[in-house]
């Protein structure tokens, strides 16, 4: 059977990284800080151009909760033009109601705005009052696939959640499983929930290059990058489930 595995890219190289590595596709993220937020055109347009394999950016105009209003709904129809125009494979996007079920008129808009790519939506759906009923929303909308630790903090506490949402799912709609995603667990992961689909952030921290320090500014510069490594062994752990 084949699977996917998508990583986080929060800056450029890791983009490079990520395809040398055997990943096969990029979620592409500026603030790490914040959950991942949209990043530039100009990161957008070169990611483009370093990558061949699927880039995916995250649209989502600010950190924070996913109720958003007309100006921000604004900026996200814009941006998805913009990744549609930029030659991207698909967008990431998440909108829920103030009552927790998904914003299905808004959801279903920008699927239509994003037209032939394709549309994941992010890990919102962990926020949702009522998973069954919300999963059911989200395929109406024509999104592809659900990026979910199974209404946990870490997929590995929601495998029995993640599990029925599989079957419910079906051919459907893919869940892919994200949150805490790594080499030692994803094994266990797949056969426990019957998931294909794997989101992880192979993340490490990039010191910076600075030669000079001000002693006054008591600041931490390193960056967030992807561990080559832990990719190719994400991917080795899944070549041996899927075999």
Known sequence: MKYELEVIAFDIDSCRLAQEAGADRIELCANPMEGGTTPSLGMIKEARSQ????????????????????????IMCNDIEACVELGCDGVVIGLLNENGYIDSNRVQKLVEIAGPI???FHRAFDRVKDPIVSLEEIIATGCKRILTSGLSQQSIDGMAQLKSMVQQAGNRITIMVGSGVTSHNIHQIAAETGAHAFHSSARTRH??????????????LSTYTINPEEVRNLKKALDQHFQ
């Open 118 to 120: 394709e549309v994941t």
């Open 207 to 220: 010191a910076s290059k600075m030669t000079y320090h001000s002693e006054t500014m008591k600041e931490d």
């Open 51 to 74: 990558a061949s394999i699927q880039l995916f950016p995250i649209i989502r105009p600010r950190g924070g909760d996913f109720l958003y209003n007309d100006q921000e709904f604004n």
